[in-house]
């Protein structure tokens, strides 16, 4: 039997979880697990709930749809590997660690290509057995330059791209395309030490812990809704250089944590931040 | 109107959630918040809800008693302060830190007394106003000592004891009249360095973590359910004192956490584990 | 025998950790513990030497003056407990913590008394039989308000000024009479989140992480040196009043560790940075 | 110039670090970094030393063996990448993470070859360039089991072999061969959960945190001196299998690192524990 995830987010209202586990009960659904949360402040409702069942679920949505308040986000997916595609530039830390969680089975995942404005990185993704799309933006505006990685994604229909340390801020236009599709990793704590060089920042402020930080991109560099972040201390021993080796391992863990999370629809984006159930 | 406390555990069976809320549905409740767990490996329901309303809540347990399984463990709590009595013996950073954050209201409990059988730390209590009693052990047997720490409990019915670093093993007669209902803090990440000197068998093991547990207190030393860890990191530089020195800061707040967790009604216990809604 | 810190910065050259040692070796001291860095970029050196010996350490500290560059900073301490007075406004958390290292030998100060702008923490502060000092800042300009301070100050010429959450911006005048000895303590993971209200800041760009900032204080906001920072994990479950209560945890905890280690004489400010021998 | 690493122990005397520096400057070395820790329990010295310049360090390691305790252990390195082999059994995430920073330069480290008792392995550490040798013990009894790896070994001499998740007990035989030289990583926080399973023990016991161990081997299984831990939080909702999924990030970080340290040179064996210079 599939496994399937409701995701449901609409204003409160009393007895919104007695009227979506009946939908499924009538329906003959067996709930596997079941997350809610209502944020106060605003008074909104979000559940994820995850169900096995032989009958078709569209019918609970419909269900919900004719029930609760129109301006409820009522989506279904089923629990299986999104198509993805992974950007990168040159550094081969993140790219190579969702290449291997791939491999291994790891990431609910399947990676279509990886994309690069440089070919150094070619060699590790084809060992991989993974199409290796070489896109310079050399000598390009960035409209051109954006046209020919449409052209290639166009090849894929990826649910999700995953920007591994792409090292190019995308376009309005390009992102739009993408709403809400697209994870990168910022390699600080977000949001101290936006834009260029973060790790140099950190050195300047001489900070005692640096960070990473997996966010959904939006048109405004550095400022989407933050996924998942994670830390390392680090002393007045480390260069710049040094701080930038070490957080590697931050970066690449959590950016297959974020992978993970969106992948399995355990992200939801509301008002520039994200409500998770792991 | 008050906040009251739902708990249920039971077989899991498909439809709990409908209808466990539509009980408190047509009852009129408010639901706050609600948490579920079903553990896969036993088939087993889990569910703690928040939820106000006027009417009484003790006639949705009685429903929900006529309706779920004969086995089905059902408990209605209100939100409020819980009763407690603190044990210590003579170190003053895990019973500092409780009365500290007692007295600026950020701990779901009325310390009602502490108990110690050294008299050491009687200004330190005094000064903030919590009667002390001192019941010593020097000359006596277990059970008469124990005797003497009931007749001072007589006088305040706590719902919960607290072992802020009471140095005492206690027998199990005395366990099992407040069975489930006494939280220790023990100085190390258990199940390593179970019994005395945890520190010292840590310096010598050579460890470059340290931890604390907090957990509920069972027969068996330090085998009890574990309700919260946590850890810091050490290294060659530390003596068993530096170790001990260093792990009060873990210690006091992970009791601090173990005992908001227990007194706010979070945490089930099950085959001496804990499934806890935070 | 008393313990003596020797400490050092000056531009790195060739021997040097052989010429400081020698001197302390004919003067017939031995060396506890010795802890040097160069930092490379600058190729400055740093050295901090505890160590015991019958004669009076000045001979040593003279002899190195005449000795190295002319422009070595060259610092003779005694290991002893020192001199601070406190600042608080109204939040008991940091303060109480302190309060307790203070009454158990925790920490290697001497608190003098404790000024606040207001007077509802005098009886946490008397209840551990320190002086309180209520200068309220109603209706007085800034300046005014400061010599107040000052006054109050004059009694016990402290070697170190503590702002366990005074909340209140000290003018650079203010600061220049105790350059690089007033530590305090942000309720941030700086530099994201400088000023007011961090933590609804935080709540506002949807942080997974929090976390609390001790440094120096310099004439501008929240910009000086950083001694120590810590974190905590946060989701979408806490408002801006729960990141507020659970950061009290890293904020005292971070702000104790801060003044053991500036108080032990083991933070050397360079460059708006920290190099930290621990 | 050749950076050089020199590494003393020995009983505690006065004038330690003032002969050894001596030695060096006046062969014309240039010190880059100095760590000394004294053992206060047992007074015994430690100091590495990076040092570069054109003549041979030997005459310094000579000149010190002549000055120093008859017992002290003197040890020169070049700072050079280490000849090592890796041992690996099925699980892909250890020995992976290692390759790819092999393949990009963060490992101070030659992978001279991998050793499996499977050969499941071999299609991931050949598309890394790197020889793979599947030595089966099926059918085998252990002594001939491990003649097969020496005489693979034999074509190699590694400084050190990396155990990463190696599921079999070396015999103390092969242990001696290698002694010291011997890499481990157990997939619990060590001392808990030693043995098989530890994901299943830690689960059973209900702990709220897990670790990794990178430890050396010797003749006991599992109690050899630590070089490294590290945790990641868990709950009630994680099986045994979701335990070890998550346990994967901690063992393969934890393992690079104490990979990194020992190649290094900046781990010390004393007693069972390490002295680490970072």
């Known amino acids: 039997m599939t496994t399937h995830i409701l995701r449901i987010d609409c204003p409160d ?53 004719d029930t609760l308040d129109p301006s409820a986000v009522i989506r279904l997916a089923r629990a299986e590997p999104q198509r993805i595609v992974v950007f990168a530039t040159k550094e081969p830390h993140c790219l190579g660690d969702l290449l291997l969680r791939h491999a291994y089975g790891e990431l609910p995942a399947s990676i279509q290509a990886v ?30 330059h954006e046209q020919g990685i449409h052209d290639v994604l166009g090849q894929y229909d990826p649910a999700y791209l995953v920007l591994a340390k792409y090292m190019r801020i995308l376009t309005p236009g390009f992102v739009s395309r993408y709403a809400d599709r697209i994870i990168n990793i910022h390699h600080s704590f977000l949001p101290a030490f936006m834009g260029a060089q973060p790790y140099q920042q950190a050195y300047d402020r001489g900070v005692k812990i640096i960070g990473a930080t997996a966010h959904i991109v939006t048109d405004e560099l550095d400022t989407g809704p933050i996924i998942a972040q994670n830390i390392l201390p680090v002393d007045h021993s480390y260069t710049a250089a040094d701080m930038a080796q070490a957080g590697r391992d931050a970066e690449k863990i959590v950016l297959a944590k974020a992978v993970k999370l969106m992948l399995e629809e355990r992200v939801f984006l509301y008002q520039n931040r994200t409500i998770i159930f792991e």
Chains 1, 2, 3, 4 share one sequence.
């Open 13 to 65: 209202a009393p007895g919104l979880v007695y009227k979506i586990t009946g939908s499924l009960f009538r329906a003959g659904f067996n709930i596997l697990s079941n997350h809610e949360f209502v944020e106060t402040a605003t008074e909104h409702f979000f559940m994820r709930t995850a169900f096995t069942g032989e009958a078709a679920p569209e019918a609970v949505a419909k269900d919900l749809r």
């Open 115 to 144: 994309i690069s404005n440089y070919d150094s990185l070619a060699p590790l993704v084809r060992q991989f057995g993974i199409p290796f799309h070489h896109v310079s933006h050399v000598g390009l505006d960035r409209a051109t």
